[in-house]
Antibody
Framework: EVQLVESGGGLVQPGRSLRLSCAVS????????MHWVRQFPGKGLEWVSS????????AYADSVKGRFTISRDNGKNSLFLQMDSLRPEDTAFYYC??????????????WGQGTLVTVSS | IVLTQSPATLSLSPGESATLSCRAS??????LTWHQQKPGQAPRLLIY???NRATGIPARFSGSGSGTDFTLTITSLEPEDSAVYYC??????????FGQGTRLEIK
C-alpha cells in the first residue's frame, strides 16, 4: 500500500523558514516523480512544485519561485520542501503527492494526509 | 491553462445521478484527472486520463471527454459521495492546474 506521510508543518513567523518532509513507503520511490500541492484553508488546490525521479527536472509555481526548494533523497525514500522567506499567504495545508510516472507529467495518483503551515506573527 | 468547473454546488438525493463539468481554456487531449475530497480528508484520485477509474473506485463513477470539455458522472448517489470534486490537468506542466471544485451534497 502506498503511504505518504508529511511532517514539519507548524506555526512560523513571516520571513522565517520551514522544512517539510514526506516519508514514503509501499512503492519504489526512485521510479516516480513527486509533487507538492497546497490547499489554503477552506479553499481549492494549488500546485507548488514538482521533481522528477532523479531530481534532474524541477519546476515551481510562480508564487513560490525563488523562495521554496524541492529536493529528494532516494536512499531515504523522502521528499522535502524547504520554504524560506515565508509569507502569511503561504498559510495552507501542504500535501505530498506521487506522480504515476518517473517524469512529472504523469497524473497524481496518491496523496499524503497533509501538514498545516501557518505563517503569522 | 484554466479549468472551470460547474456547477459550484450540487445538491441531490440518494439514488439520483450527478453530472459534474470541467472545461479547459485550451485543448488538453485526454489528460484530465478527477480527485475527490471528503470533509476533513486529503484528496484522492478518482479518474485519470478522462475516463479511467483508479484502483478501488466503484463503477458508479465514470468520466468522459477530450479536448476542452470533460464530465464526471456519478450514478446511484450515496451519502458517502458528499465531497468536493476537483478536476486537474497535466498537459501544460509546468504548471499543473486544478479547477476550483464542485461541492456535491447528498441529502
Amino acid at each position: 500500500e502506498v503511504q505518504l506521510v508529511e511532517s514539519g508543518g507548524g506555526l512560523v513567523q513571516p520571513g522565517r523558514s520551514l522544512r517539510l518532509s514526506c516519508a514514503v513507503s509501499g512503492f519504489t520511490f526512485d521510479d516516480y516523480a513527486m509533487h507538492w500541492v497546497r490547499q489554503f484553508p477552506g479553499k481549492g488546490l494549488e500546485w507548488v512544485s514538482s521533481i522528477n525521479w532523479n531530481g534532474g527536472d524541477i519546476a515551481y509555481a510562480d508564487s513560490v519561485k525563488g523562495r521554496f526548494t524541492i529536493s529528494r533523497d532516494n536512499g531515504k525514500n523522502s521528499l522535502f520542501l524547504q520554504m524560506d522567506s515565508l509569507r502569511p499567504e503561504d498559510t495552507a495545508f501542504y500535501y505530498c503527492t506521487k506522480s504515476s510516472s518517473a517524469g512529472p507529467r504523469g497524473w497524481l495518483d496518491s496523496w499524503g494526509q497533509g501538514t498545516l503551515v501557518t505563517v503569522s506573527s | 491553462i484554466v479549468l472551470t468547473q460547474s456547477p459550484a454546488t450540487l445538491s441531490l438525493s440518494p439514488g439520483e445521478s450527478a453530472t459534474l463539468s470541467c472545461r479547459a481554456s485550451q485543448g488538453i487531449g485526454p489528460y484530465l484527472t478527477w480527485h475527490q475530497q471528503k470533509p476533513g480528508q486529503a484528496p484522492r484520485l478518482l479518474i485519470y486520463d478522462a475516463s479511467n477509474r483508479a484502483t478501488g473506485i466503484p463503477a458508479r463513477f465514470s468520466g468522459s471527454g477530450s479536448g476542452t470539455d470533460f464530465t464526471l458522472t456519478i450514478t446511484s448517489l450515496e451519502p458517502e459521495d458528499s465531497a468536493v470534486y476537483y478536476c486537474q490537468q497535466r498537459t501544460n506542466w509546468p504548471p499543473i492546474t486544478f479547477g476550483q471544485g464542485t461541492r456535491l451534497e447528498i441529502k
